[in-house]
């Protein structure tokens, strides 16, 4: 049995919730990151008198940065350690945000599409790794709603983002939201570097020549009993083969295709919705504050709908509530785009519509580390989720110039709510294939002269 396997079936320690606490938290500042240009979307209009296909390239910045972080420099964890990662990618939100406030009517936007795609670099390296801190430090029993918290803690940082700086935006200018960004990456890099734990299989497959102590003083801190040497891994074909191609290659290489489709076809529809929802409704109403409770609204849902589903997700197979969530997310965000930017109704349909497309997040992020053994799990997730980018990238541009070309607010919302639906699917045919493997793995006649 894996170290993980034995830690995960017992009671959490403290050191276990300590690393909890700090990974979901490092996600809050995140959600903080990505929604930030959501809701100063309206003054960045304003201020650099931008077309609404300007301003998605900017929002589309950090999704840029996100894909390289996710697939070019995730991967690197599984060489140089996760902890290790997780403080350069702190570090390197922190530099993006400080770029951004340079941005003026002299420069244009340049500076702010740097600021996006730098801060989205470090966005996308930590994504990955904190979600396979979690997968290791968290006890089997509350791991369902212990990721749906995960996934929801990017909500949480658009809410407090939306309702502390969002109204303080039209007195102080929309710098304002970078410079908090700023101070609060600084201090993100800091506590990571002094609270946040090594990846424990990490150190189990013995990468560095204190790799057994280290982990047996993590061991201890957490009440468990020292190693002799170090547990037994699941790595050992990645070892040979190399953990690119153990992703792309035999059932995991499937399981990686259907999971970036689905991932991609989710991000369209999850990124048109972050990025132009408050926009549309504060753009029609011509009242950018409105951008701000918006947000809150998107933000709200997706909070309770995440909460939710990780409740129901510690009683169901997650490859089957996740679906399930997916196609009525397609109805209830083609239902906000119907019912159009009239308030309060605007409000509710996307509180709605954000309760079901956001646990999207949970379930994908459960569903994928899972597919990999350890040496690959950093590099799977990192090029599953940086896949998924592309989709993010291309909506909000996409989405901007559909509004530049007419597209009213009904017929563009249904349309690219869509995509979740191909999302569902992906993960159905996942389901199926992990479920006929196994009953393949049971069935299969033991070997001739093997004693049974």
């Known amino acids: 049995m894996k170290i993980t396997d034995q830690i995960g079936n017992q009671k959490m320690s403290g050191l276990q919730i300590r690393a909890v606490v700090v990974a979901i938290t490092l996600v809050v500042l995140d959600g903080y990151d990505v929604s930030l240009t959501s809701f100063s979307a309206p003054y960045l209009e304003q201020g650099f008198g931008v077309s609404k296909a300007q301003l998605g390239l900017v929002m589309s910045g950090a999704l840029i940065g996100m894909l ?43 500076p702010l599409v740097l600021s996006r795609i730098i801060t989205g670099v470090g966005i996308g390296a930590l994504v990955a790794v904190v979600g396979v801190i979690l997968s290791e430090y968290t006890g089997k029993r509350v791991y369902p709603l212990v990721m749906a918290i995960y996934a929801a803690a990017i909500n949480i ?40 734990p090594e990846s424990l299989a990490w150190l189990s497959e013995g990468k560095r020549p204190d790799s057994l102590a ?82 809150a609204a998107f933000s709200i849902g997706g909070i309770l709908g995440n909460v939710v589903f990780g409740f129901i997700g510690n009683r169901v197979n997650l490859r089957i509530l996740t679906p399930v969530f997916l196609v009525v997310a397609t109805g209830a965000l083609s239902l906000f785009g119907i019912v ?7 409000w509710w349909t996307l509180f709605l519509a954000s309760f079901f497309v956001c646990s999207g997040t949970a379930g994908f992020y459960a569903i994928v580390p899972s597919l990999y053994p350890t040496l690959a799990r950093s590099t799977g997730f990192g090029i599953v ?8 990238i291309a909506a909000p541009i996409v989405g901007g110039a559909a509004f530049d070309a007419g597209m009213s607010m009904g017929a563009a919302f249904t349309v690219f709510a869509l995509p979740m639906l191909l999302a569902a699917v992906c993960i159905v045919v996942l389901h199926l294939s992990l479920k006929n493997s196994a009953a393949a793995a049971v069935e299969q006649p033991a070997p001739v002269g093997t004693a049974v």
């Open 214 to 295: 280290r982990l047996n003083a993590i061991l201890v801190k957490m009440g468990r009993p020292a190693l002799a040497a170090l547990p037994e891994t699941d790595s050992v074909k990645v070892k040979a083969d190399g953990a690119l191609r153990t992703v792309f290659t035999g059932r995991a290489g499937f399981y990686s295709v259907l999971m970036i489709v689905g991932y991609i076809a989710y991000m369209i529809s999850f990124y048109f919705m972050t990025n132009w929802s408050a926009a549309t409704v504060a753009g029609a109403n011509r009242n950018p504050a409105l951008a701000s409770s918006m947000v």
């Open 385 to 392: 989720i940086g896949a998924g980018r592309f989709g993010g």
């Open 157 to 196: 940082g658009g809410l407090l983002g939306s309702v502390i700086v969002g109204p303080m935006l039209a007195e102080n200018g929309w710098q304002y939201g970078w410079w908090v960004g700023f101070a609060l990456s600084a201090i993100a890099a800091i506590a990571t570097f002094f609270l946040l």
């Open 68 to 110: 390289v972080g996710s697939i070019v420099v995730a991967p690197l964890a599984d060489r140089i350690g996760r902890r290790r990662m997780g403080i350069m990618a702190t570090i390197t939100i922190a530099v993006g945000m400080f770029i951004g406030p340079f941005a003026s009517i002299e420069t244009g936007t340049w």
């Open 340 to 346: 159009g930017p009239s308030m309060p109704t605007a």
